[in-house]
């Protein structure tokens, strides 16, 4: 590899723009291409009706790296936000909850639970920054070691405790915390949301450390993330080309020697880093040919389907959601009354059905960003779990199920909504795979649980960034530390390429 040898980049998500961005700082000669007529992936801005702009499917930051957005000087290229630290607001005919962090602002609960609650955040954002610092190293056994190093440094009562709970549901944890119902539902939440689980499903603790940060709204969606980091990847010298879909990788002599292109052209390069999911990485466009049979077949049972649905109104007004505050609307509002009704609507899930009364996060962001809507009208965004990607009867029959199933639990909570809409459109995860070219539809590229997890992510033998075959990297969700939009795969993945780079001898990285 020499300094001028190229690196393509396949696929312009917000991980493949922060690889790209890392790279061309590095002096790398950096081309991303991408399928799609915009880059963004996941987290982008886009018009659903005329004048009405949500972020899809994406639509709230809560876990992107502090420490990426201060290095590639996202402010400075355009990343702002509407609004920081939403409150989590769950509406009730009593009275809406209201929380703000470890506080309870609003809502019927006992000093108990008060004291429970604030101890229950403390703790969880002792845990989630053991875990932040573990998501921005590559999994290496070093890095293994350190992450070990800062579970003891938790003290023996932190590391004793975080053993315990590591693997345990949500359900028994917050059953053996809190008497308040409303209270148990809004924090099981943040351990399914975006995963095929429920609150008595294993792990769900280690879940809902992903959800520890504050949630915030940028401003003009969520393309507003990825359209800073492209400007910083353009900055420092990368080539963006939207409008050009990879077909395959090209492999020369047992490595990974470019790309061709659906258009027919190929790409020579030194290294090709690819955002795409594992599967589609390994199995469509590299071919399971190249690979060791073990390893596509791991590829293979790499779980992928999705379980979550996005719905998107475009509203004439204002809804009012039962016992919400005026002032508490724009927040991130939730649907999750209780333990129990999570889980009865993960359960349909188990049998291939959506649920009847679906688990809703929902955002309105046009409150905070009037751009995002015509003077006057808003933009409802919703996240609508649970929705299998495998649907029994198929999705062209139950896209409507689903969608009136939606607005029957929105109606209920919001009277009259139903009335102010003047658009919609829901997104089933068949929807999302086609649009987001995400095998399966799934938020984090494949379910995030503990056996795929860390250095068994995507699968053993390509956990750190770097395939079986040579010259070829990944730094996409699939990776280590996971969906989201976290930026932690990228940067990772750019450190590998660019640690192979310096070992390799001219013509390539091994
Ligand atoms: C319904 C839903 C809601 C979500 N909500 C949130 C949320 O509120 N907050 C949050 O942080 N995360 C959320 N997520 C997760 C988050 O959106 C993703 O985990 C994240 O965007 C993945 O980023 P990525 O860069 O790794 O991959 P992607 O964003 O998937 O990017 C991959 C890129 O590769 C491109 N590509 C694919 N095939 C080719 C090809 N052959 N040639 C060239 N390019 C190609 C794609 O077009 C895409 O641009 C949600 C996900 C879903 C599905």
């Given at each position: 590899m020499t300094e001028a040898g190229r690196i393509v980049i396949v696929g312009g998500g917000h991980n493949g723009l922060v690889c790209a961005a890392y790279l061309a700082r590095a002096g790398r000669k950096v081309l991303v291409l991408e399928a799609a007529d915009r880059v963004g992936g996941a987290a982008v801005t886009r018009e659903f009706a005329p004048g009405f702009l949500v972020s899809a499917p994406a639509h709230l930051l809560y876990g992107f790296d502090a420490a990426i957005e201060r290095e590639l000087r996202l402010a400075k290229h355009g990343l702002g936000y509407a609004r920081r630290g939403l409150r989590t607001v769950a509406p009730g005919d009593a009275g809406a909850l209201i929380l703000d962090g470890a506080d309870v602002v609003a809502g019927e609960v006992s000093a108990a639970d008060r004291a429970a609650l604030v101890e229950y955040v403390q703790r969880q954002r002792r845990f989630a920054a053991v875990l932040a610092r573990q998501n921005g190293r590559v999994p290496t056994p070093w890095n293994l070691a350190r992450f070990a190093l800062d579970i003891r440094c938790l003290g023996r009562a932190g590391m004793r405790e975080l053993l315990r709970v590591g693997t345990m549901n949500l359900h028994d944890l917050l059953e053996d915390r809190f008497e308040s119902a409303a209270l148990?539902?809004?924090?099981?939440?943040?351990?399914?949301?975006?995963?095929?689980?429920?609150?008595?499903?294993?792990?769900?603790?280690?879940?809902?450390?992903?959800?520890?940060?504050?949630?915030?709204?940028?401003?003009?969606?969520?393309g507003a993330v990825t359209g800073a980091l492209a400007i910083a990847a353009r900055a420092a010298g990368a080539e963006i080309r939207v409008a050009s879909p990879v077909a395959s990788f090209v492999v020369s002599s047992g490595r990974v020697s470019g790309v061709a292109l659906e258009s027919g052209e190929e790409i020579a390069a030194d290294a090709v880093v690819s955002n795409l999911d594992p599967k589609s990485t390994y199995l469509r466009l590299l071919g399971a040919r190249h690979l060791d049979a073990e390893f596509a077949r791991r590829v293979q049972h790499f779980r992928t389907d999705g379980c979550v649905a996005k719905l998107h109104l475009a509203l004439d007004g204002l809804p009012e959601f039962r016992g919400v505050p005026a002032d508490a609307l724009g927040e991130r509002l939730i649907v999750a009354p209780d333990c129990g009704y999570v889980d009865a609507a993960f359960d349909p899930a188990k049998y291939r059905e959506f649920s009847p009364q679906p688990v809703l996060e929902i955002t309105l962001p046009s409150i905070h960003d009037p751009a995002l809507a015509p003077a006057g009208r808003h933009v409802l965004s919703a996240i609508v779990q649970y929705a299998p990607y495998d649907l029994a009867g198929g999705w062209d029959e139950g896209r409507k199920g689903l969608f009136d199933a939606t607005l029957a639990v929105l109606e209920r909570h919001a009277p009259g909504l139903r009335s102010r809409i003047i658009a919609a459109e829901l997104l089933a995860p068949p929807d999302l795979e086609r649009e987001f070219r995400i095998t399966g539809g799934h938020w984090h590229h494949g379910e995030l649980a503990l056996d795929q997890f860390m250095m068994l992510r995507p699968v053993p033998g390509a956990a750190q960034y770097a395939a079986p075959v040579d010259g070829l990297y990944s730094c996409g969700a699939g990776c280590h530390p996971g969906g989201g939009v976290m930026g932690n795969a990228g940067r990772n993945a750019a450190r590998v390429v660019l640690a192979a780079l310096r070992r390799a001898p001219a013509g390539g990285a091994a």
């Open positions: 148990k539902g809004a924090l099981a939440l943040d351990g399914v949301l975006g995963a095929k689980l429920g609150p008595r499903s294993g792990q769900t603790f280690f879940t809902s450390l992903q959800r520890a940060d504050a949630h915030s709204l940028p401003r003009g969606g969520m």
